[in-house]
């Protein structure tokens, strides 16, 4: 062994090893931050940072066409494809120092490259040499997963780390995949031009949200030129072509799979630190992110729990001051998400379909009543909450522009136990997008003070303050 034991060994340099070490580098700790490629992660290199900066100008060339509907003529929108990704890596470029291992080691932390494995319940090879640690934080992440469809591995095809290497837009791009990833891609190379088809098995796009929101989607997919075909899985892939469980063959120059993500755990010597992996090969924790070694946790994508880069970060804060300070906060439960397509759909706790099973009560406003929506001729979405038994916000769904900066306040307010007669009473300036949440809280309230108890009690306050007026006119007291 060499040197003294580190305080911490966090494995991975992504979102969540560069937050739990610096968490932990702020706590005063000896931290060794080992990463095998490069910092940063999924996240700023081919996941959120590229995949928005995409989104965003294809929303710009979106945006173009449209104009004519406010009086704007442009002319004919043509895409530079090689400025679009100049604009992709330009976004990364400005972002990376943040993530950068100069910044890392300015916080205190040791940062080196190279591959770590466990070889026992607190020792690692780290490179050629041994090390000792009183704790380890793993958040080695995820990898496109690919699915068992014959003739796909020889097709080579793109996945969501190897799409952002195009030096040229596609000219038919076929997605596999319809959750959130396929169709912010999807709508992407769509609105760029590309003529994309979208592929799933499942009934219907972006299954695990609210079935209207899934519709909404679909349509505007459609509108952007997309093909979508859902129900129908791919079975083969031959030279040039994907054919699907309807008999149908989806001719392609540029093939995507988009499928979900496996955890980074294959040759981390899980097995000899003691560390339990499930099935899938995701490293088991509890809900205060330990592993089956109370020395080791984990976060992030390389978990069951879930896969969000937002999660990512808070829970290897939570995990690694856990594990160096003895403390046993759990995780939160209430986990907002955003798929980034236009429109946006985002949600965070109990989904509206789950209401009546509880007994609780939904609020919706269709965005064609949102004033700020109308203005900006964006009129196709909704807001939805769901209310327990004691009014308090359980759920809530969005649909629309910006759906996502919408839903930080409504998460609050899910995880604050707040009632829609908080949200009520808060004043919101006028007009934004998020007035759709705020007129359903106000229209909650209303549909409260209008229920027969409430009237009534309303009805003899008002009685009593007329009884009292009528006997006390003006300048009599």
Not at 102 to 117: D, F, P, W
């Amino acid at each position: 062994m060499t040197g003294d034991a580190w305080d911490l060994l966090v494995v991975g340099g992504g979102t969540a090893g560069i937050v739990g070490a610096t968490t932990a580098a702020g706590l005063g700790a000896r931290v060794l931050l080992v990463e095998e490629t490069r910092t940063g992660g999924d996240c700023l290199w081919t996941g959120c940072v590229p995949s928005k900066a995409l989104l965003a100008a294809a929303g710009a060339a979106a945006s173009a066409r449209a104009a004519a509907g406010f009086g704007v003529d442009v002319g004919e929108v043509r895409v530079d494809f090689d400025r679009v990704r100049s604009h992709v890596r330009a976004a990364i470029t400005a972002i990376e120092p943040e993530d950068s291992p100069e910044t890392l080691r300015r916080a205190g932390i040791v940062v080196e490259s190279g591959t770590v494995v466990l070889t026992g319940p607190d020792t690692a090879r780290v490179g050629d040499r041994d090390l000792r640690f009183r704790a380890a934080l793993l958040a080695t992440g995820s990898s496109p997963a690919s699915p068992p469809v014959a003739g796909l591995a020889d097709a080579r095809p793109l996945t969501t780390e190897t799409v952002w290497d195009l030096a040229e837009l596609p000219g038919r791009l076929v997605v596999l995949g319809g959750g959130t990833i396929g169709c912010e891609l999807g709508q992407a190379f769509a609105r760029l031009g590309s003529a994309v088809t979208i592929v799933d098995g499942a009934d219907r796009l972006l299954p695990d949200e609210d079935g209207e929101a899934s519709a909404i989607v679909t349509a505007a997919l459609r509108r952007d030129g997309a093909d979508v075909r859902t129900g129908s899985p791919a079975t083969r892939v031959r030279a040039g072509a994907v054919e699907l469980g309807s008999g149908d063959a989806l001719p392609y120059d540029v093939l995507l799979v988009a499928l979900g993500r496996r955890p980074r755990t294959a040759g981390l010597g899980c097995a000899a630190a003691g560390v339990e992996l499930a099935g899938d090969g995701s490293v088991v924790v509890d809900d205060r992110l330990r592993t089956s070694n109370p020395r080791i946790v984990a976060a992030g994508d390389v978990t069951d729990r879930s896969r969000f880069t937002h999660t990512a970060g808070v829970h290897a804060s939570l995990a690694v001051s856990n594990v160096l300070l003895g403390r046993g906060r759990t995780i939160d439960p209430v986990v907002p998400r955003v798929t980034y397509t236009s429109p946006e759909v985002a949600a965070v706790g109990a989904p509206p379909a789950d209401a009546d099973a509880h007994g609780w009560t939904t609020r919706r406003i269709p965005h064609s009543t949102v004033h700020r929506a109308v203005t900006e001729r964006t009129t196709e979405g909704y807001t939805t909450l769901v209310l327990d038994r004691r009014r308090r916000i359980v759920g809530a769904t969005v649909v629309g522009p910006r759906a996502g900066e919408t839903l930080g306040e409504l998460a609050l307010a899910v995880r604050a136990g707040l009632t829609a007669g908080d949200l009520t009473g808060t004043t919101h300036p006028y007009p934004t997008f998020n007035d759709g949440a705020w007129n359903a809280a106000i229209a909650a309230t209303r549909g409260r003070l209008a229920a027969p108890p409430a009237r009534a009690l309303i009805g003899a306050a008002m009685g009593l303050r007329r009884w009292w007026l009528d006997r006390h006119p003006p300048g009599r007291e």
